[in-house]
C-alpha cells in the first residue's frame, strides 16, 4: 500500500515525458492495485516564493539562528511543502530538458524542498548526508535532442544528471532513469523512442 508522488514537470498536453510515466504508473498500478498515486502539477502548485524571508530563514537554519517572526512564517510554508513530499513512499519524476536544464518551475520546487535539516543534513565531521531514506525514485526525461550515453552530446545534459543528483544529495539510493529521446525528429524516430521509453517504463515497473 505505498503511496507514490508523481512529481509533473511538463505543462504540455502531448507531454512525452508524462506519457512515459504514465505508461510506469499505470504498469505499476496493475501489478499493485493498493497503491495509489498523487500527481504535483508543479506549475499548477502554489509554491512558496523562495526569496526575502524565506531566504533568510534558511540562512537562519544553517548557521544556527532563532527565526524573526517572518521568517517563522515563510518556514512554516517550506517545511509544510516538504512534510507532504516526505509523506510518500516512492516518487516519479517526469521532465522535459529545457535549454539543458530543468523547467524553472521544478527547480523551484526543488529549490523549496532542499532545506538543512529537512531533506539534508551537514556535521562538520560527516559533511553533507541525506535525510530522505529508503525511498525509490524513477525519473522520466524527454529531450528534443539525443543526450543519451554514446551520443556525444552528454556533456550538456544537465536535465537527468542534476535530477540524479539532486535526489542522491537527499539521500536517495534507489534511483531509476528512462529517457525519451529524440523527441525532435522524423515522425517514426520519435514514434520509436516513445516506444522504447514505454517498454523501458512497463519493464521497471514489472
Ligand atoms: C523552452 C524549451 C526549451 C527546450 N530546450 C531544449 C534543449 O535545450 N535541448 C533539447 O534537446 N530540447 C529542448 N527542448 C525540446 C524538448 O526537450 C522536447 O520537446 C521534449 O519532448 C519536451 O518534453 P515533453 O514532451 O515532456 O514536454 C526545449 C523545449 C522547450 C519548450
Redesign the pocket.
Known amino acids: 500500500m505505498a503511496k507514490i508522488l508523481h512529481i509533473k514537470a ?1 505543462p ?1 498536453a502531448g ?4 506519457l512515459a510515466a504514465e505508461a510506469y504508473l499505470a504498469a505499476h498500478l496493475a501489478k499493485h492495485p493498493g497503491d495509489t498515486v498523487e500527481t504535483l502539477d508543479v506549475f499548477a502548485a502554489e509554491l512558496p516564493a523562495f526569496d526575502g524571508a524565506t531566504l533568510d530563514a534558511k540562512y537562519a537554519v544553517m548557521s544556527g539562528q532563532s527565526h524573526s517572526p517572518e521568517q517563522a512564517a515563510a518556514w512554516g510554508a517550506v517545511v509544510e511543502t516538504i512534510e507532504h513530499f516526505k509523506s510518500f513512499d516512492a516518487f516519479v519524476v ?1 521532465a ?5 536544464g530543468v523547467p524553472y518551475a521544478l527547480k523551484h520546487y526543488l529549490d523549496v524542498i532542499a532545506q538543512p535539516g529537512q531533506t539534508f543534513g551537514w556535521t562538520p565531521e560527516k559533511g553533507y548526508f541525506g535525510l530522505v531514506l529508503g525511498k525509490p525514485v524513477t525519473l522520466f526525461s ?4 539525443d543526450y543519451r550515453p554514446g551520443s556525444g552530446a552528454e556533456a550538456v545534459d544537465f536535465t537527468t544528471p542534476y535530477l540524479e543528483w539532486i535526489f542522491k544529495f537527499f539521500g536517495f539510493t534507489d534511483i531509476r532513469t528512462v529517457r ?1 529521446a529524440p ?2 525528429a522524423a515522425p517514426e524516430v520519435v514514434e520509436a523512442a516513445k516506444e522504447a521509453a514505454t517498454k523501458e517504463a512497463r519493464a521497471l515497473a514489472a
Open positions: 511538463s504540455r507531454s512525452l515525458s508524462t517526469s522535459p530538458m529545457w535549454n539543458f524527454a529531450s528534443g535532442g525519451v523527441t525532435a
